[in-house]
């Protein structure tokens, strides 16, 4: 069964605008990882959260990792075209190394 | 640094040959590398863990005679799709870890069309 849920599955913004995107899991999360994917290209590492509460941000991407650890959030501010792209959230099964993904959402900025 | 490549990045083989996919650790040394699969808009789905010196461990569902999978150096891990299949088209993407942290780097993908 599918562990990780992503919404939304796709977005199309303008450029400039902010936007968010979520990752729920039905288990508690150990590690949350938030990649980058262009279409038929590998993953971009973007940021791995591990403990409730916790933050990180990178230029202007900002991840959240909620106090339950079992939702995290990935907010972009002021979008650009180069930010376009499959956005994947994934998950360690309890530190065990393997990796479980979540669908995907395709993020489209228009300029 | 912790650069993943594959090789090849795209082909395309007949039904019933056999194709082998290459993920090399460039920067450093991978004692694990796992080997994931991606179809057209799903997510990626863990096929095995391909462990330096042992035999790979198999996810359920995966056939291991199918993906034939050896990590014969730190350096390199190989998938083999035998009797290759219509069906077996897909997105497949290797990663490794450095065994410094949980993190683990993405090679770039090889997409496999089978005619």
């Known amino acids: 069964s599918q562990e990780l849920e992503q919404s939304p599955q796709s977005l199309i913004v303008q450029e400039g605008k902010n936007l968010t995107i979520n990752c729920t899991s039905s288990?508690?999360?150990?590690?949350l990882y938030w990649y980058k994917q262009k279409y038929g290209e590998g993953l971009i590492f973007l940021m791995m959260?591990?403990?409730?509460?916790e933050e990180k941000s990178h230029e202007k991407i900002t991840a959240k990792l909620d106090e339950k650890k079992q939702q995290s959030s990935l907010h972009i501010t002021a979008s650009q075209p180069s930010h376009a792209g499959i956005y994947l959230c994934?998950?360690?099964?309890?530190?065990?190394?393997?990796?479980?993904f979540g669908k995907g959402t395709k993020l489209t900025v228009n300029p | 640094g912790a650069v993943v490549s594959q090789h090849p990045s795209w082909v395309i083989c007949k039904s019933g040959t056999s194709v082998k996919i290459e993920c090399r650790s460039l920067?450093?040394?991978?004692?694990?590398m796992f080997w994931y699969r991606q179809f057209p808009k799903q997510s990626l789905m863990l096929m095995a863990t391909?462990?330096?010196?042992?035999?790979?461990?198999?996810e359920q569902g995966v056939e291991k005679d199918k993906f034939l999978i050896n990590h014969a150096s730190l350096t390199l891990s190989t998938l083999t799709v035998t009797s290759a299949h219509p069906e077996d088209s897909s997105f497949y993407i290797c990663?490794?870890?450095?065994?410094?942290?949980?993190?683990?780097?993405f090679g770039p993908g090889t997409r496999l069309t089978v005619t």
């Open positions: 990663s490794a870890n450095t065994g410094e942290g949980i993190e683990q780097y």
């Open positions: 920067d450093f040394q991978a004692t694990t």
């Open positions: 391909s462990n330096e010196g042992s035999k790979a461990t198999y």
């Open positions: 288990k508690t999360l150990y590690g």
């Open positions: 994934g998950a360690d099964r309890g530190g065990s190394e393997k990796l479980v």
């Open positions: 959260l591990q403990k409730g509460g």
